[in-house]
């Protein structure tokens, strides 16, 4: 990570800004003075978020998710940047060009921008989470919200707050942001053949509501693990019932071997009863 990126002379005609702007390499990856330090929860959170987050219709190498990640918006100002609590993508890598673990996501080297944000409210973040702080000078970088809604146009944008259990959802609709009333408790998400609601579960043997991604009909994504455990589970059930099916032949067996020695001490040929 390089404090000053470095930018390559402009030709004529004019080069693409991916290959004249700052790269992920070149633009910084973290800023302690940032508000929103992290909590377990905001490790927690994000984490379900990522192992449930399985578009059912687009190809697994191509759905690409973060949490806590420099995401780079304004080719005007290249060092600008905000970070999403967590944000997915469909249509990109998992790795940067096929070949390395993000840095950042830096939208001008990507082949798209995020489908869908989640922040989680904190005291310090509300009013910029939410879109409340007063629009920013022309030269002070805008708040999460302006960046979301009118820079990236990202086409889903969902706030928790675990302090209120409270979900809002907002939807891209005619270049705004406008309230979404979520259906059963879950925002849907056609495009992707998803929805995301909140569950009461456990979590990392952590009781609480979480929100996490679902079916469009309300089925839950599992998480590898769970899907593991689900697996085991299965296999423990179908052993039981294949027991349970073998002790239920044998004794029919049995009593039909009782049957026939019965009738058999009644002068009666079993076989001649068929």
């Not at 049995?254 to 040929?269: F, M, V």
Request: zero cysteines; hydrophobic letters at 35%.
């Amino acid at each position: 990570m390089t404090s000053s990126p470095h930018y390559i002379p402009q030709s004529d005609p004019p080069l693409p800004p991916w290959e004249t702007l700052p790269t992920m390499y070149d633009l910084p990856s973290d800023n302690p003075e940032e508000p929103g330090l992290p909590d377990d929860f905001h490790f927690l959170q994000p984490l379900l978020l990522y192992l449930t987050f399985q578009p059912i219709n687009w190809n697994p190498e191509l759905v690409y998710s973060a949490a806590d990640l420099n995401l780079y918006y304004d080719l005007q100002h290249p060092l600008w940047y905000k970070r999403p609590d967590w944000f997915g993508v469909v249509g990109v890598g998992k790795l940067y060009k096929g070949q390395d673990l993000r840095l950042s996501y830096v939208t001008w080297q990507e082949p798209a921008n995020p489908f869908v944000v989640v922040e989680l409210l904190s005291p310090g973040t509300e009013d910029e989470d939410l879109g409340t702080r007063r629009e920013s000078a022309a030269d002070k970088p805008p708040s999460k919200w302006e960046v979301y809604e009118r820079i990236l146009r990202i086409p889903y944008y969902v706030v928790f707050s675990r302090y209120t259990n409270e979900l809002r959802a907002f939807q891209l609709v005619g270049g705004h942001y406008e309230p979404i009333n979520l259906t059963e408790g879950r925002l849907l998400m056609p495009e992707i053949d998803l929805s995301l609601g909140l569950w009461q579960g456990s979590f990392r043997d952590i009781e609480r509501l979480w929100l996490r991604w679902f079916t469009l009909t309300g089925e839950l994504i599992p998480a590898p693990t769970e899907e593991a455990a689900a697996a085991t589970e299965r296999a423990m059930i179908a052993e039981q019932e294949a027991t349970e099916a073998k002790q239920e032949a044998k004794e029919a067996k049995r009593k039909a071997e009782q049957l026939a020695e019965r009738l058999r001490q009644l002068g009666l040929n079993p076989d001649d009863l068929d």
